[in-house]
């Protein structure tokens, strides 16, 4: 009886503590989240086009985005373990290391960018669709320097549990978001009125007004006096940047195969039509918005699993681990079940389209029945990275999403008529298998004996 009370103690203690280290994450999520969500409401508002446009290009700007913030990522669990293990000199050198990373990355992401027309005329996107949709890249490209150092400072104090900034900037990105898409949408201050275009130049905007204040917060005196940042500038580094690299380059790719799966998705409805890329885009714009909360809660798990590691308790650093899916599962279950219930309240926030309704009602329900599997698969994969373990999942999720996610999800939508549903219907057995194998691998390397 003892020993099961203290258990309980431990396991309500970590709870706690994930919680305290996490809930200022999940809102930063949360909050920037919202901005993808006025976007899409407010380009509902403008037309079908305007909204399908925006769908179109946000599924090929987010897998190149989330591709290099899984890089920088890597800083987390790095400084996370030297914390962890007392060795506070060395972290202001990863702050400039991984800022110089986040440099490098922007420009081949930049060009890229601006060629997407090309992707989208191979996956048969309506003519109507592509000038618009790529536009509204070409905006978000400006903002991608920005983007990516924000990533870079923040990431680095998340491995230092220092959460409550990013919170922070996120409210104010969030009102600066309004407003901009507020002049740029609808043509006010004697801006013209450019639809979603304008969307991205908002968001590029709100990129680097964050940046910025997270530059500022990280540079201040005390960080100084802590971690000795300034005298860790240089010259980008090879030795510590491959140590970034070792962890972020696998955790990039990981993100970059489940995104790009979700993309692809995209991609193929837009070869179904305008109404349906539109109601996807209602869904999976929720479905991402309630996705933010398990993931917040994985970036606190990586930097407590890593400083448990630094401390070489791997027991705790397993219980952790477990406690983090056990919040991922509690959250998802309470979500699936209000998308399963409300589907049709849920989509009219974003359309009064009646053809968009009907489609993206259905499309909710299927979304609903996936949220516990995503989840548990980002809470296993946030477990993973705080171990520095993330080549094998790169493998788990070349195998979840591109053999069996994709392929099944087209062979039940576009061959055996089921349409839009049969391409969730394959997102969903996707994300039930990444789950059930990140999870499991946890187990295994951080089982009793193991190490």
Same mark, same amino acid.
């Given at each position: 009886?003892?020993?099961?009370?203290?258990?309980?103690?431990?396991?309500?203690?970590?709870?706690?503590?994930?919680?305290?280290?996490?809930?200022?994450?999940?809102?930063?999520?949360?909050?920037?989240?919202?901005?993808?969500?006025?976007?899409?409401?407010?380009?509902?508002?403008?037309?079908?086009?305007?909204?399908?446009?925006?769908?179109?290009?946000?599924?090929?700007?987010?897998?190149?985005?989330?591709?290099?913030?899984?890089?920088?990522?890597?800083?987390?669990?790095?400084?996370?373990?030297?914390? +962890?293990?007392?060795?506070?000199?060395?972290?202001?050198?990863?702050?400039?290391?991984?800022?110089?990373?986040?440099?490098?990355?922007?420009?081949?992401?930049?060009?890229?960018?601006?060629?997407?027309?090309?992707?989208?005329?191979?996956?048969?996107?309506?003519?109507?669709?592509?000038?618009?949709?790529?536009?509204?890249?070409?905006?978000?490209?400006?903002?991608?320097?920005?983007?990516? +150092?924000?990533?870079?400072?923040?990431?680095?104090?998340?491995?230092?549990?220092?959460?409550?900034?990013?919170?922070?900037?996120?409210?104010?990105?969030?009102?600066?978001?309004?407003?901009?898409?507020?002049?740029?949408?609808?043509?006010?201050?004697?801006?013209?009125?450019?639809?979603?275009? !304008?969307?991205?130049?908002?968001?590029?905007?709100?990129?680097?007004?964050?940046?910025?204040?997270?530059?500022?917060?990280?540079?201040?005196?005390?960080?100084?006096? *802590?971690?000795?940042?300034?005298?860790?500038?240089?010259?980008? $580094?090879?030795?510590?940047?491959?140590?970034?690299?070792?962890?972020?380059?696998?955790?990039?790719?990981?993100?970059?195969?489940?995104?790009?799966?979700?993309?692809?998705?995209?991609?193929?409805?837009?070869?179904?039509?305008?109404?349906?890329?539109?109601?996807?885009?209602?869904?999976?714009?929720?479905?991402?918005?309630?996705?933010?909360?398990?993931?917040?809660?994985?970036?606190?798990?990586?930097?407590?699993?890593?400083?448990?590691? !630094?401390?070489? *308790?791997?027991?705790?650093?397993?219980?952790?681990?477990?406690?983090?899916?056990?919040?991922?599962?509690?959250?998802?279950?309470?979500?699936?079940?209000?998308?399963?219930?409300?589907?049709?309240?849920?989509?009219?926030?974003?359309?009064?389209?009646? *053809?968009?309704?009907?489609?993206?009602?259905?499309?909710?329900?299927?979304? +609903?029945?996936?949220?516990?599997?995503?989840?548990?698969?980002?809470?296993?994969?946030?477990?993973?990275?705080?171990?520095?373990?993330?080549?094998?999942?790169?493998?788990?999720?070349?195998?979840?999403?591109?053999?069996?996610?994709?392929?099944?999800?087209?062979?039940?939508?576009?061959?055996?008529?089921?349409?839009? $549903? +049969?391409?969730?219907?394959?997102?969903?057995?996707?994300?039930?298998?990444?789950?059930?194998?990140?999870?499991?691998?946890?187990?295994?390397?951080?089982?009793? !004996?193991?190490?």
């Amino acid at each position: 009886m003892t020993k099961r009370r203290e258990t309980s103690r431990e396991i309500w203690q970590q709870t706690c503590l994930t919680l305290k280290v996490g809930a200022p994450i999940v809102a930063a999520q949360l909050v920037q989240m919202a901005m993808g969500v006025v976007d899409t409401i407010m380009a509902g508002r403008l037309s079908a086009k305007d909204l399908a446009a925006v769908g179109i290009g946000g599924s090929l700007y987010a897998p190149l985005l989330l591709f290099v913030m899984g890089l920088l990522m890597g800083v987390n669990p790095v400084v996370a373990q030297l914390h +962890g293990a007392g060795e506070r000199e060395r972290i202001g050198r990863k702050v400039w290391q991984v800022l110089w990373l986040g440099l490098a990355a922007a420009v081949p992401v930049f060009f890229m960018y601006r060629h997407m027309s090309i992707v989208m005329s191979s996956f048969g996107i309506s003519d109507e669709l592509i000038p618009v949709a790529q536009g509204y890249l070409n905006a978000l490209a400006c903002g991608l320097p920005a983007a990516f +150092g924000y990533f870079a400072l923040r990431f680095f104090h998340e491995g230092l549990s220092i959460t409550k900034p990013s919170m922070y900037f996120a409210v104010i990105g969030l009102l600066v978001n309004i407003l901009a898409n507020w002049v740029f949408m609808y043509g006010h201050w004697g801006f013209p009125s450019m639809g979603a275009v !304008g969307t991205g130049w908002a968001t590029a905007l709100v990129q680097w007004v964050m940046f910025g204040g997270m530059l500022v917060f990280t540079f201040r005196r005390k960080n100084e006096e *802590d971690f000795h940042i300034y005298q860790g500038f240089g010259r980008p $580094r090879w030795q510590f940047q491959r140590h970034i690299l070792n962890v972020g380059l696998a955790n990039g790719l990981s993100i970059c195969i489940e995104v790009s799966m979700f993309a692809t998705v995209a991609l193929i409805m837009g070869a179904i039509g305008t109404q349906t890329v539109a109601a996807h885009q209602v869904t999976i714009n929720f479905a991402a918005f309630t996705f933010m909360i398990p993931l917040g809660l994985s970036f606190a798990t990586t930097a407590r699993v890593g400083f448990a590691i !630094g401390q070489n *308790d791997v027991g705790k650093a397993r219980l952790i681990g477990f406690v983090g899916a056990g919040l991922s599962f509690l959250v998802m279950a309470c979500t699936a079940a209000v998308m399963i219930s409300q589907p049709e309240a849920i989509a009219r926030f974003y359309t009064s389209d009646r *053809d968009v309704l009907a489609i993206a009602s259905g499309l909710i329900v299927l979304a +609903g029945a996936f949220q516990i599997s995503d989840g548990l698969q980002v809470a296993g994969f946030g477990a993973l990275r705080g171990l520095k373990d993330t080549r094998v999942p790169v493998i788990v999720n070349v195998i979840s999403y591109w053999l069996v996610g994709l392929p099944s999800g087209y062979m039940l939508g576009m061959h055996f008529g089921f349409g839009a $549903r +049969g391409l969730w219907m394959g997102l969903t057995a996707g994300l039930s298998v990444a789950a059930i194998l990140h999870n499991r691998r946890f187990h295994k390397l951080t089982a009793p !004996g193991i190490g």
